[in-house]
């Protein structure tokens, strides 16, 4: 059952998303060759801390850490590790956290150093994937609309498009209907109404769209070991068009000082 949300409802979940959007921002600041996942781990549950939030992911499904932190042909679900990124990998960062009892959730991949030409390609198309889906997330369409609209878009530049994973619903948990597939047929699916209240979240690979789990039981990587890019954004529709409530401008910010 899709839990429609209220104004002020929607007006906490944008103050939930932005934590997790000042989060990724610190994670931006911090990010680069010699750093490591369990580094950026620490400094974001320090972080969330100090909003008065708390971290979304962390004990919820068994989760043992504040982020996942996904790099080069992991998909997404990485757990952050001791291994130093280098030039040339990318690293995809998805954050929880939670604040006054709603879910904020949303993902960004970091380019480390100069990264090869082809994977840049498939960096910038996943996030405009991400766009095309939340432009699609008006009162005029249906949910599939959303992934129609992912899906055309990176399988025209020759992209595999996950379709074992999925975004979701979202507020005071972090996983509510309705699931907001990467890929769908126009005009199927609910009926998008004000009040929904969404992760969108692109998951787009450079070859095969299959993908497995590793030994952890979190790591997804891609079938064929090419690398994969994760965008995610946090989506409200209000008077029938899509607001976003998370931003990527505090990692923008930070990451063009360092360039």
């Given at each position: 059952m899709i839990i429609y949300k209220t104004a002020d409802e929607i007006e906490i979940m944008r103050e939930a998303a932005q934590v997790v959007s000042r989060t990724l921002g610190k994670i931006?600041?911090?990010?680069?060759?010699?750093?490591?996942?369990?580094?950026?781990?620490?400094?974001?549950?320090?972080?969330?801390?100090?909003?008065d939030a708390v971290p979304g992911f962390k004990g919820l499904y068994g989760c043992p850490t504040t982020?996942?932190?996904?790099?080069?042909?992991?998909v997404v679900h990485g757990l952050?590790?001791?291994?130093?990124?280098?030039?040339?990998?990318?690293?995809?960062?998805?954050?929880?956290?939670?604040?006054?009892?709603?879910?904020?959730?949303?993902?960004?991949?970091?380019?480390?150093?100069?990264?090869?030409?082809?994977?840049?390609?498939?960096?910038?198309v996943t996030?405009?994937?991400?766009?095309?889906?939340?432009?699609?997330?008006?009162t005029g369409n249906r949910i599939e609309d959303i992934g129609f609209a992912i899906q055309q878009h990176a399988e025209k530049h020759g992209y595999g498009v996950v379709r074992d994973l999925v975004g979701h619903g979202l507020g005071k948990k972090?996983?509510?209907?309705?699931?907001?597939?990467?890929?769908?047929?126009?005009g199927r699916g609910k009926k998008i109404q004000n009040g929904l209240t969404i992760a969108i979240e692109p998951m787009i690979n450079m070859g095969t769209e299959r993908v497995k789990m590793m030994d952890d039981k979190w790591t997804i990587v891609t079938e064929d070991?090419?690398?994969?890019?994760?965008?995610?954004?946090?989506?409200?529709?209000?008077?029938?068009?899509?607001?976003?409530?998370?931003?990527?401008d505090y990692v923008e910010e930070a990451l063009s000082k360092k360039k």
């Open positions: 931006a600041e911090k990010i680069g060759p010699g750093v490591t996942g369990k580094e950026l781990d620490q400094l974001a549950e320090d972080y969330i801390h100090s909003q982020l996942l932190v996904s790099v080069n042909e992991q952050p590790s001791d291994i130093p990124f280098k030039n040339g990998d990318i690293v995809s960062v998805d954050c929880g956290a939670v604040w006054n009892g709603y879910y904020g959730d949303h993902a960004y991949t970091f380019e480390i150093g100069e990264i090869d030409p082809e994977v840049k390609k498939l960096v910038d996030k405009e994937c991400l766009y095309l889906g939340i432009e699609a997330s008006n972090l996983h509510e209907d309705p699931q907001v597939p990467n890929y769908g047929r126009r070991g090419l690398p994969s890019v994760h965008f995610e954004h946090d989506i409200a529709v209000v008077d029938g068009k899509p607001v976003i409530l998370s931003t990527f």
